[in-house]
């Protein structure tokens, strides 16, 4: 049962980059992790940022746990939309 659905969603160009776009290096994520302020962010942008900083980069609120957790969803759409196998 694994797979894709039967269904399909077209997405454009455009909402694929702003998807996929890390908000702290404003490029393509490939390891894309849920930070405490709920905002998903590449790894290792965000890994360095907390290194530093104990507050969210973009609301500047304090966060309550510095815990990343994988988005395996935004993962595997990333994935399948750029034909990368998965990991």
């Not at 894709?4 to 908000?23: G, L, N, Q």
């Amino acid at each position: 049962m694994g797979g894709w659905p039967a269904h399909s969603v077209v997405m454009t160009p455009e909402a694929v980059d702003d998807i996929s776009c890390c908000p702290i290096t404003q490029e393509a994520m490939r390891d894309p992790v849920i930070c405490a302020d709920g905002h998903t962010y590449e790894r290792s942008a965000i890994a360095q940022w907390l290194e530093v900083h104990d507050t969210s980069p973009m609301t500047n609120k304090k966060l309550e746990h510095k815990m990343l957790v994988s988005n395996m969803a935004l993962r595997k759409i990333l994935q399948y939309v750029t034909g990368t196998p998965g990991a």
